[in-house]
């Protein structure tokens, strides 16, 4: 996939396509750095960076109620830098956050295996 899991840290490996297109459509609010993925067996997986999302907004949530139902917009007024890729600050929140810009320009390349929710899931 164009995402690796990190078992609930606050790690995301991206593939260097999925980087790629944060360049391509200049997207702000993130970073990558090379990194190494080594199976157990000794074998090396290429393609891959860390991504490190730099953007950061408020905890949208905190005065609404928990409720699936509920939109939950970002907006500059609760806290939010304006960057296209970013971190909810907050109770722990494993999931990367990003513009729609950002969410057309994944589904356009078609990358595979991102996970695309509503913000409050």
């Not at 360049?23 to 997986?45: E, K, V």
């Not at 290429?46 to 949530?61: E, I, K, M, W």
């Amino acid at each position: 996939g164009d995402l690796l899991p990190s078992d609930g840290a606050y790690i995301v490996v991206a593939s260097d396509r999925f980087i790629e297109t944060l360049r391509a459509i200049d997207a702000s609010g993130w970073t990558a750095f090379p990194t190494r993925i080594t199976y157990a067996n000794g074998d090396q997986l290429g393609g891959y960076q860390l991504l490190l999302p730099t953007g950061r907004c408020a905890d949208f949530r905190k005065e609404k109620a928990l409720d699936d139902d509920a939109e939950y917009p970002i907006d500059p007024g609760n806290g939010w830098d304006g960057s296209d890729v970013f971190w909810r600050e907050g109770p722990l929140f494993w999931k990367v956050l990003a513009t729609d810009r950002v969410r057309q320009a994944v589904m356009d390349a078609r990358l595979q295996r991102v996970a695309i929710e509503k913000p409050y899931t």
